[in-house]
């Protein structure tokens, strides 16, 4: 489990990833977070060498996804992701998904190498 504290707009926000995420993320939306990362992580690698801004969808894939790492963080958050996001002034998008992107990635590292791990250990 992998947590980090990231500026979003004038707010220090806590947001944590784990094994849990693709679970609370399917429960909350419904939706699969590995495919959904993966267009919004090629949306914004498009986004950042072309310019341009981002489709609705994505958004609302980022939305999503930074709120449920902020809920698994820190339970007091509001249970309703628009009065989450009702607590932030405007911030850039730019600023914070390479941060969520980065801490996604690493979890993911780490959970590759813990199962290797455990192969080798249990041979099988």
Do not use: C
């Amino acid at each position: 489990m992998l947590q980090k504290t990231v500026k979003v707009g004038d707010k220090e926000v806590a947001f944590r990833s784990s094994a849990t995420i693709p679970r609370l993320y399917r429960i909350k939306f419904k939706r699969d977070i590995f495919k959904d990362l993966s267009k919004l992580e090629q949306s914004y690698k498009g986004k950042t060498s072309e310019g341009g801004s981002f489709e609705i969808e994505d958004l609302e894939i980022f939305e999503n996804v930074a709120y449920i790492m902020a809920f698994h963080a820190d339970h007091t958050i509001p249970d309703n992701i628009d009065d989450w996001l009702d607590q932030f002034e405007m911030f850039s998008i730019y600023e914070v998904l390479p941060e969520i992107l980065e801490l996604w990635g690493t979890n993911l590292i780490t959970d590759v190498q813990s199962k290797k791990n455990l192969i080798a250990v249990t041979g099988k």
